[in-house]
């Protein structure tokens, strides 16, 4: 995967947009579909001490999660990315597709706030490397920054 492609085509898509459920929908749509491999991608935002269902692409999804539970609950817990080989070993995982092997969930923050998880689940076990963890991080970084230019808007 060129993630260097990938930056530069999720920034155009998402500049024109001023709505955060919008630029979530995109980015959403694109990283399921350019991710070989991915059969879920989405966000969940954070209300409280839960995580609530935003946009996503891929079956539907448990509409909300406690901080703790699960592997998106567990990177909203530390704020920490949390890359997972195989879901089955992970205590507490919360399995809303039975399809998917490996996940890598990556928190999202806006004005410095954690405010958002990004979700991104395969069917293919070990899916997730140290090279796809930093081109999502620097994906969502790019998100974060268009999170500000359009709260500023």
């Known amino acids: ?4 492609e990938l930056c530069k085509e999720i920034k155009e898509a998402l500049e024109p947009l001023n709505y ?32 609530r269902l935003s946009a996503y692409s891929g079956k539907p999804a448990c509409e909300e999660i406690k901080f703790g539970k699960g592997v998106c609950g567990k990177c909203a817990e530390t704020k920490q990315i949390q890359r997972v080989a195989n879901v089955h070993e992970f205590k507490g995982h919360i399995a809303c597709d039975s399809a998917s092997n490996s996940e890598i969930v990556l928190p999202v923050f806006m004005n410095g706030k954690f405010y958002a998880v ?27 920054e268009e999170i500000e230019i359009a709260l500023n808007y």
Request: net charge negative.
């Open 1 to 4: 995967m060129d993630y260097n």
């Open 20 to 51: 955060i459920f919008s630029m979530f929908s995109v980015a959403s749509v694109l990283l399921k579909d350019r991710l070989d491999g991915v059969n879920w991608a989405g966000f969940y935002i954070v209300r409280g001490d839960t995580l």
């Open 118 to 144: 990004l979700d991104i689940d395969s069917t293919e076990f070990s899916r997730f490397t140290e090279e796809d963890q930093k081109g999502l991080e620097a994906i969502v970084s790019i998100i974060e």
